[in-house]
Nanobody, 126 residues
Framework: QVQLIESGGGLVQAGGSLRLSCAAS????????MGWFRQAPGKEREFVAA????????YYTDSVKGRFTISRDNAKNTVYLQMNSLKPEDTAAYYC???????????????????WGQGTQVTVSS
């Protein structure tokens, strides 16, 4: 069982920045593809970004490309999401997820992940 603990959420004005962190309780962190998803009130959970376990390749949903950056530190068992130029429509609960040897074909799907964090709230005011 892998526990994922997110932190770094908060309230920020439009145009501001936040950095989310997700710490994983596993010694095999480097073998997990890590993803970030978000869920706004009344909406379905959606893919935001992911970083693969093998190549370190990164993937983003179109609405955050050029504004968000996902990265990982395998020595610290932590994945990050740097969010710049935040918009009110980015307001949501953000969830970290882990997929054991996650495949490219499922990297943007909820079903492709084995473990989930509890979420951290991001609120962007206009």
């Amino acid at each position: 069982q892998v526990q994922l603990i997110e932190s770094g959420g908060g309230l920020v004005q439009a145009g501001g920045s936040l950095r989310l962190s997700c710490a994983a309780s596993t010694r095999t962190f480097s073998s997990y593809t890590m993803g970030w998803f978000r869920q706004a009130p009344g909406k379905e959970r959606e893919f935001v970004a992911a970083i693969s376990w093998s190549s370190g390749s990164t993937y983003y949903t179109d609405s955050v490309k050029g504004r968000f950056t996902i990265s990982r530190d395998n020595a610290k068992n932590t994945v990050y999401l740097q969010m710049n130029s935040l918009k009110p429509e980015d307001t949501a609960a953000y969830y970290c997820a882990a997929a054991w040897a996650g495949a490219r074909s499922t990297i943007a799907t909820i079903q492709g992940y084995d473990y989930w964090g509890q979420g951290t709230q991001v609120t962007v005011s206009s």
